[in-house]
DNA sequence: TAGATTGTTAATCGATTAACAATC
DNA sequence: TAGATTGTTAATCGATTAACAATC
């Protein structure tokens, strides 16, 4: 079997998928796609093709052994090797972002955060370090952090962006609404609360004629 | 011409054109596709034809009249007629969400937040009231709310949405990570950081090869 | 007129759905 | 064996890209 780059709607569905499997009442051993499907509100096909990607074995009458299809799941989602992260701007969201508890379920570890008011700088007990902006790239150089997380102002995201680039930064998750230049090296993943709010407003519009 | 039901595709890019127009300087009165197309990363057909949906008639050898370009994007967008909504689930990223300035820019006026928590219930000065849940229905109706965003944790996101649903919601906004059971009268749109996630990941992955 | 730019039609690509054979 | 389920091949749909005519 030839290795394929994996479809963008796959990707996206993976991790659905994943979640279901794993909050599955403890007792069933095996799931098949039909019932996957039924859950999620999916065509049982596009869940079929979806978990061939993952190679995760069917078997038939039986469906995907519960196991090794949240193994699999994980292992190509790369859950298992920890992205250490650092978050630029803990205003509210930034804040949010850096507590929340949640992302080390999916390979995420934000080690830390940098904001340029003091206020917020201090460190308190039990929670996250937060380092002015000044010390960015020395401390990502030195803890070779590869993903940086913009959650600051739109006017100042491409300056934070350049920073971050400078310090090796090799994949950006960016809360700005605005679009980023960086280098062919870097990747840029957006998240527009506006776009996704759009899509809501569209769709209630289209419902109501 | 008919009234064409907007892709998807196309709804996700016009709130980012917006942005983009509006943060123009201030002696620019027109733009031109090539230029949006350049500075965004898009290709230059698909900002033309989306330019083409929202109806706005661009000149030859000029481009589109700024003013009327943003009105028509705000129109489209439904940026003019608020809508009013409610957070249900007031903790870190909940609060982080109703506090947040920018939604007004985008039509979302979130009026205030519901959470079982009694700490979170007591109104601060200036700040946005948060109610204890069982006064969701009664407030929802009261107020004509046709908007939730549900920001608890995912074993409650389901009843959450279920007292949503029965208090006449019409959309909702789910940033828990599962899948939620609704009438066909209701709309949900997920907001799951984790697939956000792992589609940077995956793409950083495929670079690595 | 020449050149820049829009708007549209046709071609390509990717994703979804339908049909069906393979397997336990 | 019969039935449920997987996995794959073909058909359809939607979105992107390429080519080009229309217009100021």
Known sequence: MIMQAIGKQTVKRLPVYLEYVKALPDQKTSI???AIARALG?????????LACVSANGKPKIGYDRAELTKALEHLLGYNDLSHAVIVGAGRLGHALLEYQGF????LDII???DNDDALTDKKPGSKPIFPVSRLQELCQRLGVKVGIITVPAT???????????????GIWNFAPVHLKVPETVIVQDENLAVSFAVLQSRLKQRLL
């Open 42 to 50: 999916l065509n049982e096909v596009v869940v079929r093709k979806d």
């Open 112 to 114: 830390a955060a940098f």
């Open 156 to 170: 100042q995201a491409q300056s934070v962006c350049d920073q971050l680039v400078a310090a090796g930064i090799l």
């Open 104 to 107: 080390d379920r999916f390979g």
């Open 32 to 34: 098949s796609a039909a």
